[in-house]
């Protein structure tokens, strides 16, 4: 009897594993292939005379904007530090943004609760006096831009009066804050993910998913 209960533990075990290696195989060729598909938003009428960029540090994109071209109001709701040109957004994962400031500090627990679980998540906003050299620029017109206004905006978590919800954390240098971000971080909705589906909701072709950063910047124009 004991036989055949350890051979039925080591059965299942034996399961469990061939379907969690099938699942992770499954998904990164997932990923590769959906990330090399191209999205095809029909054609802009209008004039691409503004421009933004992404930017990477290598696993996690960004969005950049010139301050002229955020919206006036939005604006005034972040605290934006004297001499700011440019400020960048990111949405992740809360737990993963505010302890681990760098890829050192990443723990078992933060990358499965990210990964696996319903979790918080944040907005990290960056301002810059002067403009990246590594930045891939890409350019609109002035409805995608209304439109990625929008969408930025609305991925803030507000009070009942309409305020933005500043986390009270420090940054990862003297220039960044976090906020609190509307949505869930998972497999499935990366912060890569974030950034594709912002460029899909202007009408900018790009990957058809991709939760890593390779697969937006493949399609960005050079």
């Given at each position: ?24 195989i499954l998904?990164?060729?997932a ?18 005379d ?28 972040l ?19 505010l302890?681990t ?7 078992f ?19 810059y ?34 305020k ?9 240098y ?18 890569n ?25 493949h399609?960005l124009?050079e």
């Open positions: 009897m004991t036989r055949k209960i350890i051979s039925l533990i080591f059965h299942l075990l034996k399961t469990v594993f061939v379907f969690l290696v099938s699942a992770v998904y990164f060729a990923a590769l292939v959906l990330s090399y598909l191209k999205t095809h938003p029909p054609k802009q009428d209008c004039p691409a503004k421009e933004i960029y992404i930017t990477t540090n290598g696993v996690h994109l960004d969005i950049v904007m010139h301050m002229e071209n955020l919206e006036s109001e939005f604006m005034k709701k605290e934006i530090l004297p001499g700011t040109k440019y400020v960048s957004f990111g949405w992740g994962d809360k737990e993963f943004y302890n400031p760098e890829w050192k500090d990443l723990t627990k933060t990358a499965f609760k990210a990964l696996f679980l319903k979790s918080e998540t944040a907005m990290h906003v960056t301002f006096r002067g403009f990246g050299a590594h930045w891939k620029p890409l350019k609109l017109c002035g409805p995608q831009l209304a439109a990625l206004n929008r969408y930025i905006g609305d991925s803030f978590k507000k009070n009942e009066h309409g933005l919800q500043k986390i009270a954390a420090p940054g990862y003297d220039n960044d804050a976090f906020y609190e971000a509307t949505g869930s971080f998972s497999l499935f909705k990366t912060c993910v974030w950034v594709n589906k912002a460029l899909k909701e202007i009408g900018v072709p790009t990957s058809v998913w991709s939760p890593f950063d390779f697969g937006v910047l399609h124009p």
